[in-house]
């Protein structure tokens, strides 16, 4: 019986349980207070990089997010990853055929914050094509550590998730629904660079207000309209409602061109989707030049 109970365990994903106590006010307030301090530099295609362009960005965050996605990683790991890598980019020129290392040196470092088992250095390899070595990721992976003053638990959206939650009072059985939705913007806005200014706590509460906006308020068994929603979310971060709701139209916006841009990948001829298939994979991001 105990050889059987040692084998369920360690076949079992461990993860922590939700801590309640996490959930009080003050909490929120010091997440609301620290955020500010792990905003990357919104101009720093500009000012910073000479090689990295947004399009080269969504390119790399998007593969990313397919790491994360197939070694199932915590939702937490994504955008502490891509905060990393904007926070890094924001102070470090970088040449773009190392862009993707510094990407999976990332992925790296937030998996190992977040996660109990955290994504291998041979798997990182594995899914660039080998396009570095296991060396060059530890070498990247000291120089950014470095370079961000080992300060790499940032605030990010995926923090303020379970709080404005909890301040809607959603029926419990609705609970998950909303929460899958609003980790789907998350996500989104994450691999988008138009958001890469925007505190956290906003895009966390525009992502909510969205995910109830399409799920319907009545369908949810809430008491108010998708507009009172918003301005109640926007009061809880001390934030113009109009603001708030500029920003979920923004993350609709956003929505909609990556479901037009899917439709379109699905309409193409085989050479087309083949091309588009292959440039998602790491060799060719350095044909591509990232």
């Not at 992925?107 to 250095?121: F, G, H, M, W």
């Not at 500029?246 to 929505?255: G, K, P, R, T």
Request: glycine share 2%; net charge negative.
């Amino acid at each position: 019986m105990e050889g059987v109970l040692l084998c369920w365990e360690a076949q079992r994903e461990l993860r922590a349980l939700a801590d309640p106590v996490l959930l009080q006010s003050q909490v929120l307030e010091r997440l609301l207070a620290a955020q500010e301090r792990y905003i990357p530099s919104p101009t720093y295609f500009q000012s910073v990089q000479k090689e990295i362009h947004p399009y080269m960005r969504k390119m790399l965050t998007s593969w990313m997010l397919e790491v994360c996605e197939d070694q199932r990683c915590e939702e937490e790991v994504f955008p502490l990853a891509v905060n990393c890598l904007d926070r890094f980019l924001s102070v470090v020129p970088v040449e773009k055929r190392r862009l993707q290392l510094l990407g999976a040196t990332c992925l790296l470092l937030a998996s190992k914050l977040k996660e109990s088992s955290p994504v291998s250095t041979e798997s990182l390899c594995m899914y660039s094509d080998y396009s570095f070595t296991g060396r060059e990721l530890q070498s990247m992976e000291l120089l950014v550590l470095n370079q961000l003053h080992w300060n790499m638990e940032a605030v990010t959206p995926r923090d303020f998730l379970p709080h404005f939650l909890a301040l809607l009072n959603l029926p419990a059985e609705k609970v998950h629904q909303v929460r899958k939705h609003a980790d789907t913007f998350i996500a989104l806005c994450t691999t988008d660079s138009t958001f890469i200014a925007l505190p956290p706590s906003m895009v966390a509460a525009a992502s909510i207000a969205a995910a109830v906006t399409g799920l319907r308020p009545e369908n949810l068994g809430m008491p108010y309209s998708s507009v009172a929603t918003t301005k109640y979310l926007a009061q809880a971060i001390r934030c113009d409602p109009n603001i708030l709701r500029m920003c979920q139209e923004q993350i609709e916006v956003s929505l909609e061109s990556s479901l037009q841009q899917a439709q379109r990948d699905r309409t193409h001829d085989f050479k087309a989707v083949e091309e588009v298939e292959r440039s998602s994979t790491p060799t060719d991001v350095l044909d591509f030049d990232l």
